[in-house]
């Protein structure tokens, strides 16, 4: 049976939807995303675009109902008037204003289409989501979408997440009138869509008012009984930070001096402010001290007496690459050992020396920094104390502090448990736990208070977000926060999506009435409670794994998820952070969510790369099954008109034929595909890195006969599928240039458009008989892909006439090319505090990185064979490097030329893309008397040598190199010149030496 195909199979506005949930990203206050950190949560643009466009059929289409043209047309008439023209984007008013010209306009079938897209894509906005014109609007399509479709009258159409997360997809399905049913394997992010779907739609105002109630009590009370620890200073200013290093015993010989673990010394580093430490060594006290340095006018001086001068100032700490280096004798001590001292101090929280307070005071601007004085540190061992009392003196059936152990299958993402964390209990100070215990406590009393309440579920609701406010608090109250200078303030551990070690941290105050104090928190919360209030509708969160639902066969209308992408986000390790303090104050309340000491992680489909310490059997292959397992799920509830969506993102192929494999194997028919770009502007992952900004929606239809069995009669020709695939991607990548999809993200979005081609057969045959597995048809995919990059690449000129060298090279920076739209900018973490000794693992060492298989991929592609192209592309375990050009000289210059080519350093953005994260010295290489001996091989040789010498100042070599040898004769010289001048990324060397030979060209006659 046909069914009309829903507006998402056939159009879609992705760049105007993608740039709202670019902008989206921003949005700090009242966004659902604040509530409380769940991590890769998809932005509520792009959801609430997708949702649409997948309950609403296209009226184009022959079989769309009458009863939704008609009201569709009504609908959009209604936006035609001038009133609400205002509230549309200029983009789409022009259509709306032609309308009210001309009331027929959308009697036009394909004009229709065109006004509820444009529609979708103004309702995309933030701005928009609770105007009531758009509301209602939506929400009256939906319904007659529902009941032309055959919808009972009255009921709505179903949405089902079954790896809901954070809660986006469920709570845009409820905003556009849908129910939404959702569902995760992980208690937080159930309570979270409990709050979301549950408890703002049925206790609405009534639940802001009582948690602005509450949470003001245990504010007080919390200050009340809190204060002692938390002491003003004598004049009155408020300390917002504590800072303080972990610390080590030198094992130099005969030193033993204390030895603060710092990474950097800089306190503030502001445009107009600048404040550092100094270390004063005391080798004959056998510790370190510290001095306060500010940047004045004519220099440094010393905070406490500006007379004093500070000559030659210095900002490293004392640690570098996990080890530590003595300021008393010099000595330093290894990793391994500095490792042993921590864990014997259980992390070394407790241990640590407090180096800075940072205060505020009311009627004067910034922060101000002190040494600590006697009294900051009494109060720390009062509390120490009083926490040991409350211990004692605990009787719950767990205990007060978390003493769940870290799951150490973990540890790829928290590694800060090789440093002897091992219960979540030690991520904290003991200063820390009394206030987060004390906040526990408290969340429970008001449980007691008003279980009694005349709404029912009331109580329960209030206290929930009560709770989650505190496990947010934790976020931002734990000895892995870090102080970032350059925004004088303390960086929450989640900011990351993993549990590094840090070796300093900032140990914010609870009651500063600052960010990060329990009314702060709450107070933002309550900006998403009553933001969110005209959210209604029925909707329902649940736990359980996507692989076994209760719901009924048959009973939903969209199946729209976004399942864990392979091994980017290990929910389940990390959650466990949140976990321990939820089942704290909320244990009572959801006595089966919260009845296993952690986070189940058996069920969790990810992939958990290996590690020595890890007996994780999550490999690729569970991941497949698994997946595979939970869209069969998900088509089983699916009704058989139902729409499957499938989000994802990754830039492994391996990942992308796992996903593709479990949704075809499950039955799923692919669609239709649309990327949606997400990233904002000014991310970029890792330097040199393909990257990716889009996140591929896949759109799927069931494929079963009437009794809900896979339809397996359907056979498709081998020969017939390979004539398609090449068209299909012809077609398709000049629209995804359009949208600003390019590189890595645009080589991604062809595989929707290709599996369209494949998964139409319920098999493909050979003419053999033979059945053509996946894995065949995808090699197949990624040469189609390739093949047509390249014909955009070198527009106008034929890429087979370029062997395969420059072919690989081209196709290669282009894979790495991000959209305009994106920028190219990275953000430098100058003070990115993390574990150097785990980072400095990372530290690559230049080159265009992309991950092997993909290069292998793309290499076959082009008929290339990567191990033949050793002075072009450097392997090293999962990842293929294409070598820097100066890299190239010896090669391309014999041994002469690699050795009169010398290098020296140089600060500055140039190599930026072509060097390891870690290292930020640049290099620029010269290239001393270098004599062209012999013209290189290949195209590519020929022009890499000019660059060279264009590098090395070498005028006359390079013209001798182009007009005499006749380098320059080429056609094909320039044509691969130009086009790599267009592929280089900007402000490289490479770039501006391909376009200095360029510029020559004219001059010489070319
Ligand atoms: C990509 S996230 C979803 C994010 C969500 N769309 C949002 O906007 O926040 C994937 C989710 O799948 C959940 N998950 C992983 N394995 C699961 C399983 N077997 N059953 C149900 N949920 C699972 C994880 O806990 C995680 O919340």
């Given at each position: 049976m046909s069914y009309p195909k829903r507006l998402i199979e056939v159009d879609l506005p992705i760049k105007r939807i993608s740039a709202h949930a670019r902008r989206e990203k921003s949005i700090r206050h009242g966004h659902i995303s604040t509530l409380h950190i769940w991590w890769a949560r998809r932005p509520l643009a792009a959801c609430r675009a997708v949702i649409c466009a997948a309950l609403w059929p296209d009226p184009a289409d022959p079989d769309c109902p009458a009863a939704f043209r008609k009201r569709a047309a009504s609908e959009m008439q209604r936006w035609a008037t001038h009133d609400r023209q205002s509230l549309l984007s200029e983009e789409s008013r022009s259509r709306f204003e032609k309308a009210r010209k001309r009331p027929e306009l959308f009697k036009d079938a394909e004009e229709l289409r065109s006004a509820l897209l444009d529609f979708i894509a103004d309702f995309a906005n933030w701005d928009n989501s609770t105007v009531k014109e758009y509301l209602d609007t939506s929400r009256a399509l939906t319904q007659a979408a529902h009941e032309a479709l055959g919808g009972t009258p009255g009921t709505r159409p179903l949405v089902v997440d079954p790896f809901a997360g954070g809660g986006s997809i469920p709570l845009e399905a409820l905003r556009v009138g849908a129910d939404a049913f959702a569902s995760d394997l992980n208690p937080v992010p159930v309570l979270l869509n409990k709050v979301v779907l549950e408890y703002i739609p049925k206790h609405g105002q009534r639940l802001a008012d009582e948690v602005r109630k509450w949470g003001e009590w245990i504010k007080q009370e919390a200050e009340t009984e809190l204060a002692e620890f938390y002491p003003k200073d004598p004049d009155g200013a408020t300390p917002i930070a504590y800072l303080w290093a972990r610390t080590i015993q030198c094992e130099g010989p005969g030193c033993g001096a204390e030895v603060p673990l710092i990474r950097s010394l800089w306190l503030a580093k502001k445009s107009n402010r600048s404040v550092a430490l100094q270390l004063v060594p005391r080798p004959r006290a056998k510790r370190v001290d510290f001095q306060i340095i500010t940047k004045q006018r004519g220099g440094w001086v010393n905070q406490n007496d500006p007379n004093e001068k500070v000559a030659d100032p210095k900002?490293?700490?004392?640690?570098k690459r996990g080890s530590a280096t003595c300021p008393c004798c010099g000595y330093t001590t290894p990793v391994a050992r500095l490792r042993e001292q921590i864990k014997s101090q259980r992390g070394g929280a407790n241990h640590a020396c407090m180096f800075c307070v940072v205060t505020t005071k009311a009627g004067e601007q910034g922060r101000a920094f002190r040494s600590p004085v006697e009294r900051d540190l009494k109060v720390v061992q009062k509390s120490r104390q009083e926490l040991q009392r409350r211990r004692k003196a605990h009787s719950g059936k767990i205990s007060l502090v978390p003493d769940e152990q870290v799951d150490i299958r973990g540890v790829r993402h928290t590694w800060a448990m090789i440093y002897g964390l091992n219960s979540w209990g030690d991520y904290f100070t003991d200063r820390q736990l009394l206030a987060l215990t004390t906040l526990t406590r408290l969340v429970e009393e008001v449980a007691i208070k008003t279980a009694k309440g005349h709404e029912v579920g009331l109580g329960v609701a209030t206290q929930t977000i009560l709770a989650l406010g505190v496990s947010r608090i934790a976020d931002i109250a734990n000895s892995l926060c870090t102080w970032k200078p350059s925004m004088t303030q303390a960086i929450h551990l989640f900011a990351r999506q993993a549990v590094p070690m840090t070796w300093d941290f900032a140990e914010t105050s609870l009651l500063s009435d600052a960010a990060g104090d329990y009314g702060t928190t709450i107070g933002n919360m309550l900006r998403i409670l009553e933001g969110e209030l005209a959210v209604g509708g029925n909707g329902k969160a649940e736990q359980s794994s996507a692989c076994e639902h209760r719901l009924p066969d048959d009973s939903v209308d969209l199946f729209l998820t976004d399942p864990p992408y392979y091994d980017a986000v290990p929910y389940a390790y990390l959650a466990d952070f949140f976990y321990v303090w939820l089942r704290r104050s909320l244990g009572r309340s959801y006595a089966e969510l919260f009845a296993a000491p952690a986070v189940p992680k058996d069920a969790e489909i990810v992939v958990d790369r290996p590690h020595e310490l890890s007996n994780s059997t999550h490999d690729i292959a569970f991941y497949e099954r698994e997946l595979t397992r939970a869209f069969a799920e998900g088509r089983r509830v699916a009704k058989p008109e139902a729409l499957g969506t499938i989000v994802f993102a990754s830039k492994t192929t391996a990942s992308w034929e796992a996903i593709l494999k479990a949704v075809v194997d499950a039955g799923w028919i692919i669609t239709g595909s649309w990327p949606i770009d997400t990233e904002m502007e000014t991310r970029v992952s890792a330097q040199g890195q393909a990257r990716l900004a889009s996140s591929v929606h896949l759109v799927c239809r069931p494929r079963e006969n009437p009794d809900g069995s896979v339809r397996t009669d359907e056979v498709g020709d081998w020969r017939d599928v390979l004539t398609e695939l090449p068209r299909r991607i012809h077609d398709w990548m000049p629209r995804l240039a359009d949208e600003g999809v390019v590189g890595a993200d645009a080589i991604f979005a062809c595989l929707g458009p290709a599996l369209e081609v494949f998964s139409r057969y319920s098999r493909v045959e050979k003419a053999s008989g033979e059945t053509v597995p996946l894995g065949e048809y995808l090699v197949q995919v990624w040469a189609a892909v390739a093949k047509e990059a390249l014909t955009m690449i070198f527009t106008g000129a034929d890429a087979t006439g370029f062997e395969e060298d420059a072919r690989l090279t081209a196709m290669w920076l282009w894979t790495l090319k991000t959209g305009d739209a994106n920028g190219a900018d990275r953000e430098v973490g100058e003070e990115d505090h993390g574990d150097e000794e785990e980072n400095g693992k990372k530290g690559g060492s230049g080159g265009l990185a992309l991950e092997f298989d993909a290069a292998r991929k793309i290499a076959q592609g082009l008929g290339a064979h990567l191990e033949d192209l050793g002075t072009l592309v450097e392997v090293a375990g999962e990842t293929a490097r294409l070598l820097p050009v100066a890299d190239r000289a010896q090669s391309l210059f014999g041994k002469d030329g690699g050795k009169a080519a010398s290098v020296h350093k140089k600060r500055g953005p140039q190599m930026e893309l072509f060097k390891g994260a870690q290292d930020s010295d640049q290099t620029e290489a010269t290239f001393g008397d270098t004599k062209v001996e012999k013209a290189g091989a290949t195209v590519l040789d020929r022009v890499h040598q000019s660059m060279i010498l264009f590098a090395a100042g070498r005028t006359e070599a390079l013209k001798r190199f182009l007009v005499e040898d006749a380098a320059g004769n080429d056609t094909r010289f320039w044509t691969l010149a130009q086009a790599l001048s267009a592929l280089y990324p900007a402000s490289t060397d490479e770039k501006r030496w391909v376009d200095g030979v360029l510029a020559r060209k004219k001059g010489l006659g070319f």
């Amino acid at each position: 049976m046909s069914y009309p195909k829903r507006l998402i199979e056939v159009d879609l506005p992705i760049k105007r939807i993608s740039a709202h949930a670019r902008r989206e990203k921003s949005i700090r206050h009242g966004h659902i995303s604040t509530l409380h950190i769940w991590w890769a949560r998809r932005p509520l643009a792009a959801c609430r675009a997708v949702i649409c466009a997948a309950l609403w059929p296209d009226p184009a289409d022959p079989d769309c109902p009458a009863a939704f043209r008609k009201r569709a047309a009504s609908e959009m008439q209604r936006w035609a008037t001038h009133d609400r023209q205002s509230l549309l984007s200029e983009e789409s008013r022009s259509r709306f204003e032609k309308a009210r010209k001309r009331p027929e306009l959308f009697k036009d079938a394909e004009e229709l289409r065109s006004a509820l897209l444009d529609f979708i894509a103004d309702f995309a906005n933030w701005d928009n989501s609770t105007v009531k014109e758009y509301l209602d609007t939506s929400r009256a399509l939906t319904q007659a979408a529902h009941e032309a479709l055959g919808g009972t009258p009255g009921t709505r159409p179903l949405v089902v997440d079954p790896f809901a997360g954070g809660g986006s997809i469920p709570l845009e399905a409820l905003r556009v009138g849908a129910d939404a049913f959702a569902s995760d394997l992980n208690p937080v992010p159930v309570l979270l869509n409990k709050v979301v779907l549950e408890y703002i739609p049925k206790h609405g105002q009534r639940l802001a008012d009582e948690v602005r109630k509450w949470g003001e009590w245990i504010k007080q009370e919390a200050e009340t009984e809190l204060a002692e620890f938390y002491p003003k200073d004598p004049d009155g200013a408020t300390p917002i930070a504590y800072l303080w290093a972990r610390t080590i015993q030198c094992e130099g010989p005969g030193c033993g001096a204390e030895v603060p673990l710092i990474r950097s010394l800089w306190l503030a580093k502001k445009s107009n402010r600048s404040v550092a430490l100094q270390l004063v060594p005391r080798p004959r006290a056998k510790r370190v001290d510290f001095q306060i340095i500010t940047k004045q006018r004519g220099g440094w001086v010393n905070q406490n007496d500006p007379n004093e001068k500070v000559a030659d100032p210095k900002f490293d700490g004392t640690v570098k690459r996990g080890s530590a280096t003595c300021p008393c004798c010099g000595y330093t001590t290894p990793v391994a050992r500095l490792r042993e001292q921590i864990k014997s101090q259980r992390g070394g929280a407790n241990h640590a020396c407090m180096f800075c307070v940072v205060t505020t005071k009311a009627g004067e601007q910034g922060r101000a920094f002190r040494s600590p004085v006697e009294r900051d540190l009494k109060v720390v061992q009062k509390s120490r104390q009083e926490l040991q009392r409350r211990r004692k003196a605990h009787s719950g059936k767990i205990s007060l502090v978390p003493d769940e152990q870290v799951d150490i299958r973990g540890v790829r993402h928290t590694w800060a448990m090789i440093y002897g964390l091992n219960s979540w209990g030690d991520y904290f100070t003991d200063r820390q736990l009394l206030a987060l215990t004390t906040l526990t406590r408290l969340v429970e009393e008001v449980a007691i208070k008003t279980a009694k309440g005349h709404e029912v579920g009331l109580g329960v609701a209030t206290q929930t977000i009560l709770a989650l406010g505190v496990s947010r608090i934790a976020d931002i109250a734990n000895s892995l926060c870090t102080w970032k200078p350059s925004m004088t303030q303390a960086i929450h551990l989640f900011a990351r999506q993993a549990v590094p070690m840090t070796w300093d941290f900032a140990e914010t105050s609870l009651l500063s009435d600052a960010a990060g104090d329990y009314g702060t928190t709450i107070g933002n919360m309550l900006r998403i409670l009553e933001g969110e209030l005209a959210v209604g509708g029925n909707g329902k969160a649940e736990q359980s794994s996507a692989c076994e639902h209760r719901l009924p066969d048959d009973s939903v209308d969209l199946f729209l998820t976004d399942p864990p992408y392979y091994d980017a986000v290990p929910y389940a390790y990390l959650a466990d952070f949140f976990y321990v303090w939820l089942r704290r104050s909320l244990g009572r309340s959801y006595a089966e969510l919260f009845a296993a000491p952690a986070v189940p992680k058996d069920a969790e489909i990810v992939v958990d790369r290996p590690h020595e310490l890890s007996n994780s059997t999550h490999d690729i292959a569970f991941y497949e099954r698994e997946l595979t397992r939970a869209f069969a799920e998900g088509r089983r509830v699916a009704k058989p008109e139902a729409l499957g969506t499938i989000v994802f993102a990754s830039k492994t192929t391996a990942s992308w034929e796992a996903i593709l494999k479990a949704v075809v194997d499950a039955g799923w028919i692919i669609t239709g595909s649309w990327p949606i770009d997400t990233e904002m502007e000014t991310r970029v992952s890792a330097q040199g890195q393909a990257r990716l900004a889009s996140s591929v929606h896949l759109v799927c239809r069931p494929r079963e006969n009437p009794d809900g069995s896979v339809r397996t009669d359907e056979v498709g020709d081998w020969r017939d599928v390979l004539t398609e695939l090449p068209r299909r991607i012809h077609d398709w990548m000049p629209r995804l240039a359009d949208e600003g999809v390019v590189g890595a993200d645009a080589i991604f979005a062809c595989l929707g458009p290709a599996l369209e081609v494949f998964s139409r057969y319920s098999r493909v045959e050979k003419a053999s008989g033979e059945t053509v597995p996946l894995g065949e048809y995808l090699v197949q995919v990624w040469a189609a892909v390739a093949k047509e990059a390249l014909t955009m690449i070198f527009t106008g000129a034929d890429a087979t006439g370029f062997e395969e060298d420059a072919r690989l090279t081209a196709m290669w920076l282009w894979t790495l090319k991000t959209g305009d739209a994106n920028g190219a900018d990275r953000e430098v973490g100058e003070e990115d505090h993390g574990d150097e000794e785990e980072n400095g693992k990372k530290g690559g060492s230049g080159g265009l990185a992309l991950e092997f298989d993909a290069a292998r991929k793309i290499a076959q592609g082009l008929g290339a064979h990567l191990e033949d192209l050793g002075t072009l592309v450097e392997v090293a375990g999962e990842t293929a490097r294409l070598l820097p050009v100066a890299d190239r000289a010896q090669s391309l210059f014999g041994k002469d030329g690699g050795k009169a080519a010398s290098v020296h350093k140089k600060r500055g953005p140039q190599m930026e893309l072509f060097k390891g994260a870690q290292d930020s010295d640049q290099t620029e290489a010269t290239f001393g008397d270098t004599k062209v001996e012999k013209a290189g091989a290949t195209v590519l040789d020929r022009v890499h040598q000019s660059m060279i010498l264009f590098a090395a100042g070498r005028t006359e070599a390079l013209k001798r190199f182009l007009v005499e040898d006749a380098a320059g004769n080429d056609t094909r010289f320039w044509t691969l010149a130009q086009a790599l001048s267009a592929l280089y990324p900007a402000s490289t060397d490479e770039k501006r030496w391909v376009d200095g030979v360029l510029a020559r060209k004219k001059g010489l006659g070319f």
